[in-house]
């Protein structure tokens, strides 16, 4: 395939969107891995489907299984239970010097007592390469990664982001089915990092390989990935683009997750085929929905209502009875591109409200201990059951 | 405040801020001074002397003369060094069963090294203590347990005739082979400590990444772990290799009579010939056979340190 096939077939990840396809073909697939350290579940029964030119994040905290689930791929862990697959390949007894996949490692793992030019020619010399083609093999790498400068120089010589490229180049050059990175950006600062998130897209773009991350950094997923799976406790949580996730968490473990959110608890008093109606004392109101929930009345429901959905108003909305609630601002942030309000309101919860400062020269319009009502629109807020 | 007079405390205090890293670096090293230092110049002096029914056994370096000094510096000493060929082949067998002991020990303590870096937390604390607990025996009567081991009547031997394996006791004891047994036994926790300190330190995804990129494990060892723990391999190999050449107890109760070795020859020259002067000399040109594994030990420690590794 030339550059620019693999290039358009990246993109198209994005709009063929493989994982609706029924008919799609998975290129990494898990099938009921589990994997136990004595006792315990590090990964306990995942399935998960992977595409050809994704670039796929791991998603979750420390101890979530998210980084045990990328050695099994890479070969440095064997499954207790289940299989995986690569390109069709079980990779079963397959030793991760045979596996078809390289890593980014976290602390980037780079050979102290080699050049970065020695690095990224590692790889190529286990293969036995001729060594004119590793030479260019290296040479435009470490061009891709904007390293030649640097080529002659030891790693202890180098600013932590110019080892992250080194990194890269070395895991890249050999050309792997998959590229495995777990915590790429973890160990530089966040300036570098934003940058850095950027550029390993735009490399992964031009290179088409099928990239799978691991990361404890939401912003870093939500930015990078094609799909991403959230995971807690050694099992996915949820599944899905980023923007699927943020919009339809389907739990409340996600909404907290990713971005910030206001949880209310609530009870389903009205369920309609076009709208419901939910009492929340919590948020001391009614609550409506613009769709059908779920469930029967009386039902225990979760409200996740994002903080930049949600708008202040000093006088109370005569339009409607719901989705309206009162509270004085109790803090107030100010982020320059927008403020931060903690309103408490009459029955006692305390809610964040986000609004965008969109001008210059005006003064932010509430203060501390202003008398505020909190609104929203209808289909702002999802309703989770568990 | 300033116009007080300083208390004793505080001009203590200021003495130390002021002259305390002196006093901290000058202390051992005046020890060393007295201890090593002027021991080994007065060595220097007799090994230019010559040797006399005296007392001391030894002709005076300087005399005085009618308000002048008289030095007499006798090179013969050190030319006799080298026109008898026992002193050489002291020498180089000396060196050789140093070389050979140390390789062996490397060979042996290598894997314990990487083995114990390797194990799980408490197991590895666990072996640590094994290999310094033979420490807590004086070295001397380690030596005699090897004597009891390894002698006509000893324990192998006994144990070897009654099992009817062989019908006449194997000569273990007063060997070269018994000289390697006792240097590699005792050296042994010398060799490992620095590899298990290098090996420990080292990132095992190092290993995990040359796997990675295609390394057969025996292939990532050599490429990555062997020459990332050459400063171990080194500072382990110099300590047993420096004191071994000199090594005079185990070749003494271990050794046979021909078990030549620099540290015996200079005991005999000492205590049996009683000639100051020659057993001086010897112990210098060890001195110098020494210094230069030294001398290159730290200069490739420092270029490792300029290199950040």
Redesign the interface.
């Given at each position: 395939m030339s550059q620019g096939a693999l290039q358009k077939a990246h993109e198209d990840v994005h709009k063929t969107q493989p994982w609706n396809n029924p008919e799609a073909v998975p290129f990494i697939r898990f099938e009921n891995v589990t994997k136990k350290f004595g006792d315990f579940y590090a990964v306990d029964d995942v399935s998960l489907d992977i595409y050809r030119h994704e670039l796929f994040a791991l998603l979750g905290g420390s101890g979530c299984g998210k980084t045990t689930l990328l050695r099994m791929l890479?070969?440095?862990e064997e499954p207790t239970a289940g299989k995986i697959f690569i390109d069709g390949v079980d990779m079963a007894g397959v030793?991760?010097?045979?596996r078809p996949?390289?890593?980014m490692?976290?602390?980037y793992?780079?050979?102290?007592?080699m050049t970065v030019e020695q690095n990224v020619a590692?790889?190529l010399h286990?293969?036995g390469l001729p060594k004119s083609e590793i030479r260019t093999l290296v040479s435009d790498m470490l061009a891709l990664v904007q390293m030649t400068k640097f080529a002659k120089r030891?790693p202890?010589q180098l600013s932590g982001g110019q080892r992250q490229r080194v990194a890269l180049a070395?895991?890249l050059v050999?050309k792997p089915k998959v590229l495995l990175l777990d915590e790429p950006l973890g160990a530089l600062d966040k300036k570098l990092r934003e940058q850095t998130q950027f550029e390993l897209v735009n490399i992964q773009e031009k290179v088409g390989t099928t990239f799978v991350m691991v990361t404890h950094d939401q912003e870093e997923a939500m930015t990078m990935a094609s799909r991403i799976a959230v995971m807690n406790e050694g099992v996915i949580r949820q599944l899905g683009t980023p923007f699927e996730l943020y919009e339809y968490p389907n739990s409340r473990f996600t909404a907290n997750f990713l971005g910030q959110v206001n949880l209310i608890e609530g009870t389903l008093v009205d369920d309609d085929e076009k709208y419901a109606v939910i009492h929340s004392d919590d948020a001391g109101g009614e609550i409506y929905i613009d769709h059908a929930v779920q469930g029967h009345e009386g039902a225990t429901l979760w409200i996740a209502l994002r903080p930049e959905r949600l708008r202040l108003l000093t006088e109370k909305p005569t339009d409607t009875k719901y989705n309206c609630l009162s509270g004085k601002v109790e803090e107030i942030g100010y982020l320059g591109g927008l403020s931060t309000y903690h309103v408490r309101l009459d029955s006692g919860f305390r809610i964040k409200v986000t609004e965008p400062n969109s001008s210059r020269h005006i003064e932010p319009r509430y203060t501390w201990e202003d008398r505020v009502w909190v609104t929203w629109e209808a289909g702002a807020a999802s309703v989770l059951n568990q | 405040m300033s116009s007080e007079k300083p208390t004793l405390k505080q001009r203590y205090d200021r003495l130390m801020l002021k002259h305390g890293r002196v006093l901290v670096i000058g202390l051992p090293y005046l020890w060393l001074m007295l201890f090593f230092l002027i021991p080994f110049l007065i060595v220097l002096k007799i090994s230019f002397a010559t040797a006399e029914y005296a007392q001391p056994p030894y002709s005076a370096l300087f005399t005085w003369i009618d308000e002048g000094v008289n030095i007499t510096i006798n090179f013969g000493n050190y030319l006799f060094l080298l026109s008898d060929s026992l002193y050489i082949s002291a020498y180089l067998n000396s060196i050789r069963i140093a070389a050979i002991s140390t390789v062996i020990t490397l060979l042996i303590g290598y894997p314990m090294a990487y083995g114990i870096a390797r194990a799980q937390g408490s197991l590895r604390s666990v072996l640590l203590m094994m290999v310094i607990l033979p420490f807590w025996t004086s070295f001397l009567i380690r030596v005699y347990a090897w004597i009891g081991i390894l002698d006509r009547e000893g324990l192998i031997n006994a144990l070897l005739l009654n099992l009817g394996i062989i019908s006449e006791p194997l000569i273990m004891r007063q060997t070269e082979f018994a000289v390697y047994i006792g240097i590699v036994y005792t050296y042994l926790p010398f060799m490992i400590l620095p590899l298990y300190s290098t090996l420990e330190k080292m990132d095992v995804s190092l290993i995990e990444a040359a796997l990675d990129l295609g390394c057969k494990p025996w292939k990532a060892f050599m490429k990555v772990t062997l020459p990332l723990s050459m400063p171990g391999i080194l500072a382990g190999s110099l300590l047993v290799f420096i004191p071994s050449v000199g090594e005079f107890v185990i070749p003494e109760l271990l050794g046979g009579p021909n078990t030549l070795m620099i540290g015996r020859t200079l005991w005999n020259e000492f205590f049996a010939n009683r000639d100051w002067p020659i057993a001086s000399s010897v112990a210098i040109a060890m001195l110098l056979f020494l210094v230069v594994p030294i001398m290159w030990f730290q200069h490739i420690q420092t270029k490792q340190e300029e290199n950040g590794q």
């Open positions: 890479a070969g440095f030793p991760a010097y045979e996949t390289n890593m490692f976290q602390s793992a780079l050979f102290p007592h590692f790889g286990q293969d030891k202890h070395r895991s050999k | -």
